[in-house]
């Protein structure tokens, strides 16, 4: 049989018959449909890493240092902080280094810094002023024991397929910076950004001829940008050092979506017992790191609920899918 899977095929009702017959199993893609499971039977290691993007947590207004804790107790293997959460611990007094001590004692892995700069910027001088920026919160993510920062295109509105090489050479001088720092910018797809296709993030990548050029997926993305899932699996996966995972709904389609709607991994119809043996074959074993902005959850859950959900559903997806190859 084809195993031909697009967009469309994913968004199909007819999904879970044509996942049984793949897989010779039956799979509901309804999180609420699996047994629940108590955080005790957890703690199977798997071959990738649970972490959590901190953009979860935005709503409660957390130090950055008691999201870690709390994101330690909840059971994450990784996270991602903010850069604007680090500046304002940094501002009341607290320092980089006490953040990696508190990373190192409670075994998490700091897999990316979210931060935000104009270093794409068709404007000389807002490019120069992005350097700087990067360049100050490279040093911050280095003393605090951090190998990589999210770099999404910014300043621009849209992208000039007659200015690719030029997009190559601004993310090679940001690539250049991280080989001073020690701190490798990820070229970030968004959906509804000026770079959103995959085709795309890869084309650029390539381009720069660097040896860590690397870019940034997130499953509602890849979706939200129309990306079809057939080829995912092109990507070397080793070269990914984490991905964004949640899910989206079969409706409204997928350009009329925003980033409130994304769900908890297996409340949506996103075919993860698919992609992930995909990406697992293709080498990735980095972080599976959460990331969501949904205000529901945020008006119905604490903040410990919230973490316990987001671990424990997405645990259970990624291992349902792994156990499935």
Same mark, same amino acid.
């Given at each position: 049989?084809?195993?031909?899977?697009?967009?469309?095929? %994913?968004?199909?009702? $007819?999904?879970? #018959?044509?996942?049984? %017959?793949?897989?010779?199993?039956?799979?509901?893609?309804?999180?609420?449909?699996?047994?629940?499971?108590?955080?005790?039977?957890?703690?199977?290691?798997?071959?990738?890493?649970?972490?959590?993007?901190?953009?979860?947590?935005?709503?409660?207004?957390? *130090? #950055?240092?008691?999201?870690?804790?709390?994101?330690?107790?909840?059971?994450?293997? &990784?996270?991602?902080?903010?850069?604007?959460?680090?500046?304002?611990? !940094? @501002?009341? &007094?607290?320092?980089?280094?006490?953040?990696?001590?508190?990373?190192?004692?409670?075994?998490?892995?700091?897999?990316?810094?979210?931060?935000?700069?104009?270093?794409?910027?068709?404007?000389?001088?807002?490019?120069?002023?992005?350097?700087?920026?990067?360049?100050?919160?490279?040093?911050?993510?280095?003393?605090?024991?951090?190998?990589?920062?999210?770099?999404? #295109?910014?300043?621009?509105?849209?992208?000039?397929?007659?200015? +690719?090489?030029?997009?190559?050479?601004?993310?090679?001088?940001?690539?250049?910076?991280?080989?001073?720092?020690?701190?490798?910018?990820?070229?970030?797809?968004?959906?509804?950004? %000026?770079?959103?296709?995959?085709?795309?993030?890869?084309?650029? %990548?390539?381009?720069?001829?660097?040896?860590?050029?690397?870019? !940034?997926?997130? +499953?509602?993305?890849?979706?939200?940008? &129309?990306? *079809?899932?057939?080829?995912? *699996?092109?990507?070397?996966?080793?070269?990914?050092?984490?991905?964004?995972?949640?899910?989206?709904?079969?409706?409204? $389609?997928?350009?009329?979506?925003?980033?409130? *709607?994304?769900? !908890?991994?297996? @409340? &949506?119809?996103?075919?993860?017992?698919?992609?992930?043996?995909?990406?697992?074959?293709?080498?990735?074993?980095?972080?599976?790191?959460?990331?969501?902005?949904?205000?529901?959850?945020?008006?119905?859950?604490?903040?410990?609920?919230? !973490?316990?959900? $987001?671990?424990?559903?997405?645990?259970? #997806?990624?291992?349902?899918?792994?156990?499935?190859?």
């Amino acid at each position: 049989m084809k195993n031909k899977i697009s967009r469309r095929k %994913a968004l199909s009702t $007819s999904l879970k #018959v044509s996942l049984a %017959a793949i897989g010779g199993y039956a799979f509901n893609s309804s999180e609420q449909d699996l047994p629940y499971v108590e955080n005790t039977s957890l703690k199977k290691k798997l071959p990738v890493r649970i972490s959590l993007n901190t953009s979860t947590l935005l709503h409660y207004k957390l *130090d #950055v240092d008691v999201q870690i804790d709390m994101i330690a107790d909840a059971g994450f293997d &990784g996270v991602e902080l903010w850069m604007r959460d680090i500046q304002a611990y !940094l @501002e009341k &007094g607290g320092k980089a280094e006490e953040l990696r001590r508190k990373l190192e004692d409670r075994g998490v892995i700091l897999e990316n810094i979210i931060g935000f700069s104009k270093w794409c910027s068709d404007i000389p001088d807002e490019r120069e002023k992005a350097l700087e920026q990067l360049r100050e919160e490279m040093m911050i993510i280095a003393a605090m024991g951090g190998k990589y920062i999210a770099a999404p #295109v910014q300043g621009i509105e849209s992208l000039d397929s007659n200015k +690719f090489d030029d997009y190559a050479e601004r993310y090679n001088a940001i690539l250049n910076l991280g080989d001073e720092t020690g701190v490798t910018p990820i070229l970030e797809l968004w959906g509804m950004g %000026a770079l959103n296709k995959v085709a795309d993030c890869a084309h650029i %990548a390539i381009a720069t001829g660097h040896p860590k050029a690397t870019i !940034l997926l997130d +499953f509602y993305h890849v979706h939200r940008g &129309g990306n *079809d899932w057939d080829t995912i *699996d092109i990507l070397n996966g080793q070269r990914l050092p984490v991905m964004h995972i949640n899910d989206y709904p079969s409706s409204p $389609s997928y350009e009329l979506l925003k980033d409130s *709607d994304r769900v !908890l991994p297996g @409340e &949506g119809v996103c075919p993860f017992n698919i992609l992930i043996p995909k990406l697992y074959k293709s080498g990735f074993r980095g972080g599976f790191s959460v990331e969501l902005f949904n205000k529901e959850y945020w008006e119905s859950m604490d903040a410990e609920t919230m !973490l316990k959900n $987001s671990y424990e559903k997405t645990y259970r #997806v990624v291992e349902r899918a792994l156990a499935k190859m």
